[in-house]
């Protein structure tokens, strides 16, 4: 995920936040990344720490790019959608 990560903040440069759910193994993995222009905004390792939670684990990493693992296969989408929703808010409501 990190790999996939370098590649969007590489390819798409600016205006981009990725919030990626995997599963491997039977366990939930979350990946955020951020565009440098949008660091001051979204902090991508307060966020999957935050929503790490959710799926029973924790998370973290550095304000461009950071992963969470887990537990709780079955709340993978609601941490997605947890996540989503504090972008959302981050973004639209400066």
Avoid: W, Y
């Avoid at 949008?38 to 390792?45: D, P």
């Avoid at 079955?74 to 409501?93: C, L, R």
């Amino acid at each position: 995920l990190k790999e996939f990560g370098d590649s969007f903040r590489e390819a798409l440069k600016s205006k981009g936040i990725a919030l990626i759910g995997s599963i491997n193994n039977n366990k939930p993995f979350i990946m955020c990344a951020v565009t440098d222009d949008l660091l001051s905004i979204v902090n991508a390792g307060k966020l999957v720490k935050k929503i790490g939670k959710i799926i029973d684990g924790g998370g973290g990493g550095r304000a461009h790019l950071a992963t969470a693992g887990g537990n709780d296969v079955k709340k993978i989408q609601d941490a997605i959608n947890v996540g989503v929703e504090i972008i959302k808010k981050k973004i639209f409501n400066k």
